[in-house]
């Protein structure tokens, strides 16, 4: 029996830390199936995760704050995309700088935060007769709204990329944005448009992490999530339902090490913090490595800018 | 009859202090199959990029069935019914043909119900006698098909003006009688056909008037019926024509590179050389003909190294070099001339000295103790700019900034300058204009009569027949052929290039 609870509580804990990585990977396979690399999604996770657990605790309103970590990622996505996109400066140090920016940015408005605890935080909420099955019920039906969202949204966005007229534009434009461009797609629109969305997921991904996932302020605490995202979408192949996969084996090993510690098995707890990241990176590379097919399913244009008249 | 469909007065457009348009002016007639004629350069692909709204014209109008318009972007253009076929087809690799095809359109429901799509397509492209597997995603189709993809997105448009920038350029001389048969349908249907090349026997064989460009301005409109071809050439190259090449036979018995049986995959893991076999001698000029796509590209990429060979065997010289590392190869006396000159032949934002030393700036002479000799460097890369007739601003001026012809013949200099035994050279005229095409040929020939064995990759078959001393025809990687020139015609060559009638030739 108590096998069975520790694996329950185990899974169930793994997609809560799954939660995070997956809002800012889905972010990222729009931003690059547009052609665009976005490398800020650290900073503006941290940007983000910073002002939502500071407009909550302000205005003791978990919409506001949510509102708030929305505007702002916008903000930050419409930087990004006016820097990349109109004035066609290199995505990755772009990236670079946002990320870099976002962590200082953060670390400095949140320097009074530290410590503090919200008024108002994403609790759990049972979904009535779901959450009541066996097992898969408590792992499954027993979260906040930000994951139930999330699980609407990985088989949303596999629909929106490959069975809409959207998708399809949006494909078309990260490929061969010149052939897009030849038909009249608006490359520009497009690319702001989903670089924006993105953001606006990594925004989110952060609030998760300060209003739900352990709700507080600590400078840094995205710890590497927003990379980690990144290197997840390349082995994805920039597919949602295999990023969100992805995500789940991360969140597992990320939650077994905790599991471990608190048994007292006596590994160091560094090397166990380690671990998640490692073993996403292993697991997704042997998948990835057998089929070339990251290389072959990358967006052909992601990183290059689009000029018309260039050739 | 002669109703003006398109009328474009005094058109202008510089890029960064080139004028590649002119004060330009087009008149083209409702049906009619109209040809825009001139080098490469000329202006050809920029005037009708203004047409369709990819480029905003500096000054002139553009007048469309009577009526003034202004152009922001392609869309603008289709929904007037003007569409265009680019030379460089702009299509998206991993997506369908229907896709590709319905991309773009508003009226298509915004869930897509692919199945119907399919059928949809397949129907719409039969109708056109421009058969397709709708189903296919492009990278699998042959140039030619993706052209036909091309087309067929533009008559899914219901466009009634169609542009074509340089069809035949990819195409296998069948292809190419069935491009020109539909493209007669089409004018016969009361579209209107605007096709650029700057080969004067299609020019001849297709259009119903034709306007030349040169130098970026009009300077002539004529019906075809009133002109011949003599006199064309000279309105399009403005100066006398390069003489015709005289060759001399000096090929001697012995192999400079012998390949026995050689299979190679392509970058998608399937086989691309299946068994090939053939052999290059001492000063002869040995072509390769065939369909793009055939096994060409890793048949250069096995010789050069690049490509692991699976079977068979390469050896240079009489020496065993298979799956030798590049440098071995190049030390063998191996040279190549790769199809991708820009972006593996010469690193762009180098300046001329620096693209000639990349192989052998080792070498005592160009550097000493690991400091280059700019002195010597600069001598000798001015003597080889002189030699090849370079033009270039200097030769530390990086090389994005030359022509495309003149690429070519820094890239010819920097291979030969170390004598090669085996000079590669793949599509190595593709793109030029007469002159640059004329110095290229003289290089392979004088080349020749020094006594290397060349192996020349080209679709061009005029220029095979012109320049080889046999012609080897590739087809699905293996060689299916090997003819003489002058006893064997283009059409017995483009029927093998197609897998057929090799049983004709011995
Ligand atoms: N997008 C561009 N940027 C810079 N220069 C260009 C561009 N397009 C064309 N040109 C220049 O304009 C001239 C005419 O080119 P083009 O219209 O492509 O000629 P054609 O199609 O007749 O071969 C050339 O000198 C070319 O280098
Ligand atoms: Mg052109």
Known sequence: MEMVTLLTA?????????????????????????????LGVEGIMLVGAATGFYTAVNSQSLLLGILATVAVSLLFGLIFSFITITLRASQ???????????????????????????PVIFHKIPVPVLSKIPILGHVLFNHDMLVYVLYLLVPLSWFVIYRTREGLNLRAVGENPAAADALGINVFAVRYFYVCLGSMFAGLAGAYLSLAYAPSWLENMSAGRGWIAIVLVIFATWNPVRAALGALIFGGVDVLGFKFQARGIGISPYFMRMLPYLITIIVLIIITARSQMAKNLMPKALTIPYDREER | MNELILEMRGITKSFFGVLANDNVNLMVNRGEIHALLGENGAGKTTLMNILTGLYKPDSGEIVISGKKVTFASPRDAIKSGIGMVHQNFRLVDSLTVSENVILGLNDIHRFLNIQEIHEAIGNFSKKYGLNIDPKAEIWQLSVGERQRV????????????????????????????????SLRNMAQEGKTVIIITHKLNEVMEIADRITVLRGGKSVATMLKKDITRQELARIMVGREIPKVLSRRCVMSEENVLELTGIKALNDRGMEALS???????????????????????????????????????????????????????????????????????????FNVI?????????????????????????????????????K??????????????????????????KKPSLLVAAYPCRGLDLGATHAVHQILLSQKEQGTGILLISEDLDELLNLADRIAVIYEGKITGIVVPGKASIEQIGLMMCGGGKECIS
């Open chain 1, 10 to 38: 185990t899974l169930h804990a793994a997609i809560i830390s799954a939660t995070p990585i997956l809002y800012a990977a889905l972010g990222e396979i729009f931003a690059e199936r547009s052609g665009v690399l976005n």
């Open chain 1, 92 to 118: 990755v140090v772009t990236g670079l700088v946002l990320t870099i920016f976002g962590t200082g940015l953060s670390a400095f408005l949140g320097k009074s935060m530290i410590g503090q605890a919200s």
């Open chain 2, 150 to 181: 091309e087309i067929l997105k533009m008559l899914y448009r219901k466009v009634g003006l169609l542009i074509l920038d340089e069809p035949t350029a990819v195409l296998t001389p069948q292809e190419v009688v069935d491009l020109f048969s």
């Open chain 2, 275 to 349: 068994g090939l076999s053939v052999c290059v001698r001492k000063g002869e000029i040995l072509g390769i003909a065939g369909v793009a796509g055939n096994g060409q590209k890793e048949l250069v990429e096995v010789i050069a190294g690049l490509r692991p060979t699976l079977a068979g065997s390469m050896k240079i010289n009489g020496k065993n070099l298979t799956n030798c590392k590049p440098g071995d190869i190049i030390n063998a006396g191996v040279a190549i001339v790769p199809e991708d000159r820009v972006g593996m032949g010469l690193a762009q934002n």
């Open chain 2, 354 to 390: 620096e693209n000639l030393i990349v192989k052998t700036y080792r070498d005592s002479e160009n550097s000493r103790r690991g400091f280059l000799n700019w002195k010597h460097l600069r001598k000798n890369a001015e003597k080889i700019v002189k030699d090849f007739d370079i």
């Open chain 2, 392 to 417: 270039t601003a200097g030769v530390f001026s990086p090389v994005k900034l030359m022509s495309g012809g003149n690429q070519q013949k820094l890239l010819f200099a920097r291979e030969t300058s």
